[in-house]
T-cell receptor, first 117, second 110 residues
């Protein structure tokens, strides 16, 4: 079945540094990928929609200059958390749909647990 | 009003019970519907798509009511392993607009 690979699965960084998270669709092409954040015991929150070859669309309240998204190819989107702070510590998850579309579902990466110290 | 709303939960049921979740959506242009389950500290995983005529997969039955704009998930003979958060996802295919419910937490107890 369709697989989305997310890397790294866990990262610990110091406050002020930047962290890049990769999301790859392994056996399908995705013109659109989605990035979410989830705090403990809370629901998934859509952060942004990543569009191949164009700018990402950010949800209200998400700072585009802090969460840089690059969707350079049909199989790769990256999220960079710039100048990370402890409050950015969270579980970040990406998802993607097959560009063939139709009623194909979303497939999720295995998530990245970010801890900022 | 949220675009996708789910039963708030949590649902705590004994093993063997039947439990049903509902999810309402506001966008009448929505075309595709899914149920996902998410285990603690894990990513959501597709449980089943929801088809217009309703569909069943073992102990799980999904239904769609377009007129009333809701989908449902029925779990029969619940198992301890069914304990998870269940998310409904509603999608407008043409613009890749996908919306999630906040999730309903289910705990099945022995």
């Amino acid at each position: 079945g369709a697989v989305v690979s997310q890397h790294p699965s866990r990262v610990i960084c110091k406050s002020g540094t930047s962290v890049k998270i990769e999301c790859r669709s392994l056996d399908f092409q995705a013109t659109t990928m989605f990035w979410y954040r989830q705090f403990p015991k809370q629901s998934l929150m859509l952060m942004a929609t990543s569009n191949e070859g164009s700018k990402a669309t950010y949800e209200q309240g998400v700072e585009k200059d802090k969460f840089l998204i690059n969707h350079a190819s049909l199989t790769l989107s990256t999220l960079t958390v710039t100048s990370a702070h402890p409050e950015d510590s969270s579980f970040y998850i990406c998802s993607a749909r097959d560009r063939q579309g139709g009623n194909s579902p979303l497939h999720f990466g295995n998530g990245t647990r970010l801890t900022v110290t | 009003r949220k675009e996708v709303e789910q039963d708030p939960g949590p649902f705590n049921v004994p093993e063997g019970a039947t439990v049903a979740f509902n999810c309402t959506y506001s966008n009448s242009a929505s075309q595709s519907f899914f149920w996902y389950r998410q285990d603690c500290r894990k990513e959501p995983k597709l449980l089943m798509s929801v088809y217009s005529s309703g569909n069943e997969d073992g102990r799980f039955t999904a239904q769609l009511n377009r007129a009333s704009q809701y989908i449902s998930l029925l779990i029969r003979d619940s198992k301890l392993s069914d304990s998870a958060t269940y998310l409904c996802v509603v999608m407008v295919v043409n613009n890749n607009d996908m919306r999630f419910g906040a999730g309903t937490r289910l705990t099945v107890k022995p």
